[in-house]
């Protein structure tokens, strides 16, 4: 039995079926649709991580060359250690996930990030 939210899309797709409009229709062009009619919002938290996606996307394309002449992302440590504080309490890594030079760091050493 579907639940409350899948009949409620359910209904949009079928209101879109109404109005007559051309069919077969990508879900993209019913999504288009139902927003533009108000049958559909997104809610607050949608918004929110669509906005913190393409962020994201965007920011993993900033490169620098480093003292190696390495290209390395701009962000990636920031990444790194925002991922491992939210999801590895305490973790052991690798050095060069978060140091573009590996250089002066112990590979035993672990790191413990405290939140």
Known sequence: MAGFKTRQLQGIYKGYE???LPLPASMNEVAQWAIQTGRW???ASI???VCAR???RALR???IIDGAGRHVRVKHPVFVK???RERLQP???RPWAV???GVGTSWERPIIMSG
């Open 61 to 63: 394309e900033e490169y």
């Open 54 to 56: 393409e962020l994201s």
């Open 91 to 93: 973790c052991w890594i």
């Open 41 to 43: 919002k997104a809610s």
């Open 18 to 20: 109404a109005e007559g």
């Open 99 to 101: 140091d573009s030079t």
């Open 47 to 49: 918004e929110v991580s």
């Open 82 to 84: 925002l991922a491992l």
